[in-house]
């Protein structure tokens, strides 16, 4: 590497890392302030820290209502992320595995579900009719429904990388289908599974227009709504506004902090044979 190829790349990395950090900076800075001082959205050095006192009266704003909001966008993320990795490898391995005539209709139906909006679709008609409007198990099928075609097409490009001896070999040593498939295929499949956690975690936890439409009510309020608790027509906290921004960013700004190598080498791992 050459002086200029390294002083190059210092120079975007000290940019970039300039570009991330800031946002994250003035919000942690808004949220350390008085009231009156958050409401002049200056990016600048808190004059008095109010940490604890902000960090306080956002938790327990609304009878502890942040907390609740926690525990339900877990909930739908854990039960929506397990049943796009179940059924995200089972469809993809049989587009890969099986071929037959109706490999090309499921495949273009999958990819209609990339390329069609969610809007074309009545959702709140068909959730009324099956009962599942203004519940937590109706929220995670959604979530589901609208995250299944990544999650496959990302199983499928894997998958296509495994050398089918080894469903032959267990084959022949007796095993059924079922056995092949979660005590041989879905083991290799951890790369692949580690990214699709992480980037499903982050997107249904930090999902905002979903459960506004879908999931009304107070008992049903995600992390992302609780940002309304603070700002209403007439008066709007900012400090513990952006207290509460802080809170919420945090767990998958770790996520992906942490598994960030995973992410990268997850969604590579399948272009070598598709």
Known sequence: MTPRQRNTGLIATAVATVIFITPFLYIFFMAMKTKKEAALFLFSWPSEW?????????????????????FN??????????MLIIFGAMVGYVLQRRQSGWNRVIYGLVLAGLIVPPAVVPTIWVLQGLGLFKTIHGMVLIQVAYGLAFSV???RSFIGTIPRDLDEAARIDGATPWQIFFRVILPLLKPVTVTLIVVQSIAIFNDFTNPLYYLPGKDNVTVQLTLFNFQTQFQSQFNLLFMNILLVTIPPLLVFIFFNRQIVAGMTAGGVKG
């Open 50 to 70: 109010h940490f604890w006192a902000n960090l306080t009266e956002v938790i327990q704003a609304r009878n502890y209502m942040l907390l609740l909001a926690y």
């Open 73 to 82: 966008s877990t909930v739908i993320t854990v039960g929506a992320v397990t």
């Open 153 to 155: 097409l990302l199983y």
